[in-house]
């Protein structure tokens, strides 16, 4: 069974950073894109970054609202898929969850929809 387990959410103050992992187990090898969503109450999943995982691409995609300040990667052995939030706001307080995804539908981090695994979510809370 694929398990996603994100870690790393926390409280920190506005313009402080937070560093998001995502460990993946059994995970198919058709599995090609990993993505971050955060979703508030009251409001549809939004995705912030997706990476595609194979080997040697590494291509990465952002919303635009965290483009310049968040950073997608993954280690060696794609396990592990990490998100690096700086310069973080107020606005990004929400519950962030990790997903893997075989193919995305159009351009960008691509829709909930697209992702057939998830996690369980971690909280990120910024305060002014």
């Known amino acids: 069974q694929v398990a996603l387990v994100e870690a790393g959410g926390g409280s920190v103050q506005a313009g402080g950073s937070l560093r998001l992992s995502c460990t993946a187990s059994r995970l198919p090898d058709s599995v090609r894109y990993m993505g971050w969503f955060r979703q508030t109450p009251g409001k549809e999943r939004e995705g912030v970054a997706a990476?595609?995982?194979?080997?040697?691409?590494?291509?990465?995609w952002y919303s635009g609202s965290v483009n310049g300040r968040f950073t997608i990667s993954q280690d060696n052995g794609k396990d592990t898929v990490f998100l690096q939030m700086d310069s973080l706001r107020t606005e990004d307080t929400a519950m962030y969850y990790c997903a893997a995804a075989l193919r995305i539908s159009g351009p960008g981090v691509g829709r909930a929809r697209d992702y057939i695994y998830w996690g369980q979510g971690t909280q990120v809370t910024v305060s002014s």
């Open positions: 990476i595609d995982i194979r080997l040697n691409v590494g291509r990465t």
